[in-house]
C-alpha cells in the first residue's frame, strides 16, 4: 500500500513517527520545516521534545555530538545550509571520527540537518551545497533524498545508523509530489532508477532529480528517452548502482546543484570512467559564481531543467 | 611565572576531603601522572609525531581522580595523560597508543593527543584546543535525562577561551541549567590586571560570570586546595543548580617553554619537599612537591612517601616495558572502525 503526499508531509510525518517510537530521539533546534515550508504542525505537536538552542551553531552541532554518544538519539536542524559552517569544526572535525579514535568503541549517531542549495533570491551567503566539501571526510554519511518517499525512508535510515549523518534537504522540494509506502524502504547507500529510458542516463540528487524528471519529459516530446537515476545517499556514495546504469545507456549526464570542483557528480565521473572508460558523459553543475539574488541570473548559474534537457541533445547529437 | 599575589589565599584552604581519606590518597594519583610522563620523556625515542606532557598540571587530574564518580563523564585535551593516569587508566594501554601500538584503545591511530578511555568516562578526546567543549554539553545533557545527580567534566586550557566556542558553551550550559563543571587548566600568567595577555577580561573567572556560570578560582600549585574546590563545584552542579567553572591556575613547568616538551627539570625528586630551592619550580610552583610539603607538614614520613613513590615508579616502568614490546596493528586496521560495518 502506498500513499500520494506531498514531501514536506512526508518529511513531517517521518520525523513524527521516529519520535513516537524512540523516547532518545531529541530535535536540537527547531527549523527543520519552518520558516520556509507549509506549516507541518511538527514542533507544535513535539513541544517538548524540541530543544532552541541560542544562534551558536559551534554549540548546538557539540551539543548534538555530545548527546549522541551518550545515549541520545538527537536530530539537529541547523536550518540554512550556510549555517553549518560556523560549526564546522564539530561536524568536520569532530564527529566523523569519533569511530576511529575511539578504536570503535564510540559512536556518536547524530543526524544533522540543513536546508541547501538555491532557494531563490536568498543571495550569495544563503545558497551553498556545503556538502561537498564533506564528501572529503571520511566517517560522515550525507544523505540527499529528493522524493517524498526518499524523506520517509532516509530520515527511518537515518536513526538507524550509528554513524553521524548529514541530511541534505532543500527548501524548493515542499511541494515535490510521490507516493511513500506504508512501511519506510530505502536503503542507504543505493540509488534508485526513476525512470527509464534507453537514450540518455541522467544521474542527480535532491531538488536536481526533480527538475532532471521535468528535462525528462521534455526530451520525451523531442524523440529521446532518458533515465533518471537518484543517488539518495552522497557518501557512501552508491557507485556500483551508477556505472551498472552508466553502461546500460549511450551518454550519461552528471548533473549536480553543487559548484563543479569537488562536486559528488565530478567524482562520480571520474570513477565512472575508471571503470568504464568508453563512457560517454558530461558535467551539468552550478557554475563557478555565487548565488546571486535576481532569479534570471541565478539561472544562469544553476542547473535548471531546460539546461539539463539541451545538454542531454546536445551530447547526443556529438556522441 | 605567576606572579604572587595574583592568586586566591592559600591561609582559607581547608582540606575536608583529606580529612576524611588516607593522608596519601592524593599523592599517588600525583606521581603516577608525574612519572608517567617523566619516563615517557626518558623514552622519546618510541613515540612518533608531536605530543603534549601534563608536567605541573597535575593537581586537577588528581582532584578529578577524587571527585569524580561513577557514571559521571569527562571531556579533556591534547594535554591529557594525567587524566587517564590519575583514574587509573591502564598505563601499558596508554604507553602503547602513545608509541601507534595496537595495544592502545585506538589501536595506535590516536596517538598522544587522542588519549581516551571510555571505561573511566571519557569517551572522546578532541586534539582541538576548544574541540571537546561544546561536545561535553550535550554529555552533560544526557546525563541530566538518564543519571540524575551525574555531572560531566569539560576539561580545557587558558588558550581555549580565544575561540568562540567556550563562549557559546558557557551561555548554553548556563541557559540550559546544564549539570556540567568547566575545568579550566590555566598556565598562562597574569598581567597588567587581565587575566592573560591573549585576554582582554580581568580573569577567566570574570568570563564565566558574564554568563552567570558561577565558580571559583584556586591555586592549582596546590592539590589539596583544588580538590576541595572542584568537591565544592561538583557538589553544586549535582544539586541542580546549572554549571560551575574552575579557574585553576597552575605554575608553567619549563619543559612547556619549546614546541615539544622537553625535561627541562629532570625527575622529580621528593627530597626536595624537605629542601630549599632557588628555582621557583622547586621551590614553589611543582604541585607534587607542594602536595609532599603538605603531607610532611601533617606528620607523614619522608621515607613513606619515598615507599610510595618508588612503588608506583615501578609500576609506571614496567607498563613502559610492555608497550614497548606491543606490536603495530595490521594494515587493514588502517581502515576498520571509519563508519559502522
Request: aromatic content about 6%.
Amino acid at each position: 500500500m502506498t500513499s500520494t503526499v506531498t514531501y514536506w508531509q512526508a518529511r513531517a510525518a517521518a520525523l513524527g513517527r521516529e519520535l513516537d517510537a524512540d523516547a532518545r530521539v531529541v530535535l536540537v533546534g527547531g527549523y527543520v520545516s519552518a520558516p520556509f515550508n507549509p506549516p507541518d504542525g511538527l514542533l507544535e505537536g513535539y513541544a517538548d521534545r524540541v530543544l532552541w538552542p541560542p544562534i551558536s551553531e559551534a554549540a548546538q552541532c557539540g551539543f548534538g555530538i555530545g548527546a549522541a554518544m551518550s545515549g541520545l538519539r538527537p536530530f539537529v536542524p541547523i536550518g540554512t545550509s550556510s549555517f553549518m559552517f560556523y560549526a564546522w569544526p564539530q561536524i568536520a572535525n569532530e564527529a566523523p571520527n569519533i569511530r576511529y579514535l575511539s578504536g570503535g568503541l564510540v559512536t556518536a549517531p547524530v543526524v544533522f540537518h540543513v536546508m541547501a542549495g538555491a532557494r531563490r533570491s536568498s543571495g550569495a551567503q544563503h545558497e551553498h551545497m556545503p556538502q561537498a566539501m564533506l564528501q572529503n571526510v571520511p566517517g560522515l554519511r550525507i544523505l540527499a533524498p529528493a522524493t517524498p518517499a526518499d524523506i520517509d525512508g532516509l530520515i527511518h535510515a537515518a536513526f538507524r545508523c550509528d554513524d553521524p549523518v548529514l541530511l541534505v534537504d532543500h527548501v524548493l522540494l515542499a511541494n515535490a509530489t510521490g507516493e511513500v509506502p506504508d512501511n519506510p524502504d530505502a536503503t542507504m547507500g543505493r540509488a534508485d532508477l526513476l525512470r527509464q529510458g534507453g537514450d540518455v542516463l541522467i544521474v542527480a540528487y535532491s531538488l536536481m532529480v526533480q527538475r532532471a524528471l521535468v528535462a525528462a519529459a521534455s526530451l520525451d516530446t523531442q524523440g529521446i528517452e532518458a533515465s533518471v537515476l537518484n543517488l539518495r545517499t552522497l557518501a557512501p556514495v552508491p557507485i556500483d548502482d551508477v556505472v551498472h546504469a552508466v553502461q546500460n545507456h549511450p551518454a550519461t549526464l552528471f548533473v549536480d546543484e553543487a559548484r563543479g570542483p569537488g562536486s559528488t557528480a565530478s567524482y562520480l565521473m571520474a570513477r565512472v570512467l575508471e571503470q568504464a572508460p568508453s563512457t560517454v558523459a558530461r558535467l551539468v553543475c552550478s557554475k563557478q559564481a555565487p548565488s546571486p539574488f535576481a532569479e534570471e541570473l541565478l539561472d544562469e548559474i544553476v542547473p535548471t531543467a531546460e539546461r539539463i534537457a539541451l545538454t542531454a541533445a546536445a551530447v547526443l547529437r556529438e556522441s | 611565572m605567576i606572579e604572587r599575589g595574583t592568586r586566591p589565599d592559600q591561609d582559607e584552604v581547608v582540606c575536608r576531603s583529606m580529612t576524611t581519606t588516607q593522608p596519601t590518597e592524593l599523592l599517588e594519583p600525583l606521581l603516577l601522572a608525574r612519572r608517567f610522563d617523566e619516563i615517557l620523556l626518558a623514552n622519546t625515542d618510541a613515540i612518533r609525531g608531536h605530543f603534549h606532557v601534563s608536567i605541573g598540571l597535575e593537581a586537577t587530574a588528581a582532584a578529578l581522580s577524587r571527585v569524580r564518580r561513577s557514571g559521571d563523564l569527562i571531556t579533556t585535551t591534547y594535554r591529557n595523560h594525567a587524566h587517564l593516569a590519575a583514574l587509573g587508566s591502564d598505563l601499558s594501554v596508554m604507553y602503547a597508543e602513545i608509541f601507534g601500538r595496537d595495544l592502545g584503545h585506538q589501536r595506535g591511530r590516536g596517538g598522544s593527543i587522542h588519549l581516551s578511555d571510555p571505561g573511566l568516562g571519557m569517551l572522546h578526546t578532541s586534539a582541538m584546543v576548544s574541540g571537546g567543549v561544546p561536545i561535553a554539553l550535550g554529555q552533560a545533557y544526557s546525563l541530566s535525562r538518564t543519571r540524575p545527580g551525574a555531572v560531566c567534566f569539560c576539561f580545557f586550557g587558558d588558550g581555549a577561551f580565544g575561540e568562540g566556542a567556550v563562549h557559546e558553551s558557557l551561555n548554553l550550559a548556563s541557559l540550559w541549567r546544564l549539570p556540567l563543571v568547566f575545568v579550566c587548566e590555566n598556565n598562562a600568567p597574569p598581567g597588567d590586571g587581565r587575566a592573560n595577555d591573549q585576554q582582554s577580561a580581568v580573569s577567566l573567572l570574570a568570563i564565566a560570570e558574564a554568563h552567570r556560570v558561577h565558580g571559583r578560582a584556586v591555586d592549582a600549585r596546590h592539590p589539596a586546595a583544588v580538590v576541595d574546590a572542584l568537591e565544592a563545584l561538583a557538589e553544586e552542579v549535582r544539586d541542580g543548580d546549572g554549571p560551575r567553572f574552575l579557574d585553576a591556575q597552575a605554575g608553567r613547568w619549563p619543559g612547556n617553554a619549546t614546541f615539544f616538551p622537553h625535561d627541562a627539570t629532570g625527575r622529580t625528586d621528593v627530597r626536595h619537599a624537605q629542601r630549599d630551592a632557588d628555582d621557583p619550580w622547586r621551590s614553589t610552583d611543582d604541585p607534587v612537591l607542594n602536595e609532599c610539603r603538605r603531607l610532611l607538614a601533617a606528620g607523614v614520613g619522608l621515607d613513606h612517601i619515598r615507599a610510595i613513590d618508588r612503588r608506583i615508579t615501578a609500576e609506571v616502568e614496567g607498563a613502559l616495558g610492555r608497550a614497548r614490546l606491543a606490536p603495530v596493528a595490521p594494515p587493514e586496521a588502517a581502515f576498520t572502525d571509519v563508519v559502522a560495518p
